[in-house]
């Protein structure tokens, strides 16, 4: 009696997978053959609205220096890089003290090596783990091919990862604050 129960349900949920499947089939379809400008909107306008003007990635490029340049009394860039302090304050560590502050100027290298800039004597930290580099005004932390990883904001990170204010960096068992 449970068999004919059990392969019913079976019966049942392949079913619905199978219109589960053929509805977005569907739709897809629907979408894709719709001749352009055509398909109503997914969400209601508001009266009036124009439509979002497109793009190329020059023309974005060039509107974001307007931006900047307008927004400036004599039309010069704002650059803050004189008035922040990048450091790392460690959080937590088994072997540097809670509260250590190291500065970040120029590229820092990170890594059990004795030749690196911060160096961490711990057994899930790779010889030359990570490296801190400036790009403008911002700070970017690159993992260079450690074993264990580097996180920030417990994310890995996979080649690069911009730094924001109270970024958490994690490096083996150390973990940073970000401030500028």
């Known amino acids: 009696m449970i068999d004919i129960v059990l392969l019913v349900l079976k019966i049942g949920i392949l079913v619905l997978l199978y219109l589960f499947i053929w509805q977005v089939v569907k739709t897809a379809v629907a979408t894709v053959s719709a001749p352009a ?3 109503a909107p997914d969400v209601a306008l508001p009266e009036g609205s124009r ?3 497109v793009f190329t990635p020059a023309e974005r490029d060039a509107r974001r ?3 900047l340049t307008e927004r400036t009394v004599a039309g010069e860039k704002l650059d803050f890089t004189g008035h922040i302090d990048p450091r790392l304050i460690v959080e937590q560590s088994p ?3 809670v509260g250590v502050v190291f500065s970040l ?3 820092v290298t990170v890594g059990r090596a004795s030749s690196s800039d911060v160096v961490l004597d711990e057994h899930f930290v790779s010889s030359t783990h990570a490296r801190f580099v400036p790009r403008g005004s911002f700070y970017y932390v690159e993992d260079l091919g450690s074993t264990n990883g580097t996180f920030v904001n417990e ?4 080649g690069e990862a911009q730094l924001k204010l109270d970024s958490r960096v994690r490096i083996g068992e150390t973990v940073f604050r970000y401030e500028e």
């Open 37 to 39: 400008g055509t398909a």
């Open 51 to 53: 439509p979002v003007a």
């Open 65 to 67: 220096e307007d931006r």
């Open 95 to 97: 072997i540097v003290p």
């Open 105 to 107: 100027n120029g590229w």
């Open 155 to 158: 994310k890995r990170v996979s």
